[in-house]
């Protein structure tokens, strides 16, 4: 990969939100801001080979985007004299890139863009992908793995859900506070899918991207504010919580360090501090009469980790515990996996082999590392070495982060005859 193209992915992956967010503010048309973004990042594939990266990368690929949107305003013109106003309207106000980064702007312009995409005129599936790629600025292959579906699918749904939003003449906004309800699931889920690419990237060189995770994190932040819920609240804790540990999850040279090695002296007390404070405030939420959601559980689950002063001190049981009502609430295979691993910490490596034997077939892990890897380290703890370096260097074949595969490979040299 040309140097170019990494300035340009690293630009779109933390600015992508800004800069669909500003230019569908400026042309009120979502589908056009996504598609003239897209042609923006094109055009600097070429120019940036040629002229450098400009200071303000950002700022320059919003600037060819208006001028792309102002372009194809002026085309319509001829068959619509509302989309002429609208490009000398553009024109009038392009006096410089830098105005489209008002910092009073942005934060309500990345948070209409998460609730624009979440319309419910869309399917949930269709918001769900359509707002990691817009404001996760994730790619469709990174979409695909972390909801564990085809790539032609997610394509698929991106292409329909911008038609949709267009014929239906979603407005660019966050919504009325009643309006709200019918969106918030769908938001909290996408920004939750967003923190957790961020905090194990599914593919790159990095383990954790934190500019990912972070955005994600703020936008919990304004979302508490904006509705202190039981779930949003229960989602913010579980982001400080997990965010708290990524201090002692990479090493000095970028390396994954694995729970049980980690120095839990580097977690980030403040942060755990502000996750307990939000889990205490969901479960009181609602007058406390309904208990914790999914978020609150596995924000649970978090607090549990982040209390124990060691693995072997972590309360095992109650972490099964968790799981258990988590996969009554929110069923998943993922989930019946952590509950597993948490089974084995609980009551051996062997009663949580068995529970992830069951779980051999399943289509979610048919693309997926997640499976053969926590089988790996159970066959391990049970001495039964060549079988378990077989489902480490399956995990290896599987896997697309090259920091967690690295790993996964030692593991596997460790335990060559």
Known sequence: MSETRRAVEAVWRSESA????????????????????????????????????????????????????????????????RYAAMARQLDESSSGADQLFDPDAIDDDRLALVFTACHPVLSKEARLTLTLKVVGGLT??????????????????????????????????????????????????????????????????????????????????????????????GLLALLELTAARFPARIDAQGRPVLLEDQDRGLWDAAAIRRGRAALAASARADGGSRGLGAYGLQASIAECHAMAPSVAETDWGRIVMLYGALGRLAPSPVVDLNRAAAVAMADGPAAGLALVDRLAGAPAFERSHLLPAVRAGLLSRLDRREEAREQYLRAVELCENDAERAVLRAKADELAP
């Open 140 to 233: 469709t292959d990174e979409i695909a793995r972390s909801l564990l579906v085809p790539v032609a699918t997610v394509q698929a749904r991106i292409t329909r859900a911008k038609k949709t939003i267009a014929a239906a003449g979603v407005p660019f906004e966050v919504p009325a506070p009643a309006e709200r309800p019918a969106r918030l699931g769908s938001v909290l889920n996408v920004v939750y899918l967003i923190f957790t690419e961020g905090s194990s990237a599914t593919s790159g060189s990095s383990w954790i991207r934190t500019d990912l995770a972070q955005e994600a994190l703020r936008l919990a932040r304004v979302l508490a504010a904006l509705a202190p819920e039981r779930e949003v609240l």
């Open 18 to 81: 800004r800069i669909v967010g500003a230019l569908t503010r400026y042309t009120r048309d979502f589908a056009l801001a996504e598609d003239v973004a897209q042609e923006a990042l094109a055009e600097a594939l070429v120019s940036w080979s040629t002229d450098g990266v400009p200071d303000k990368p950002a700022n320059w690929l919003t600037a060819v985007g208006r001028r792309r949107a102002i372009d194809a305003f002026r085309r319509r013109a001829g068959a619509d004299e």
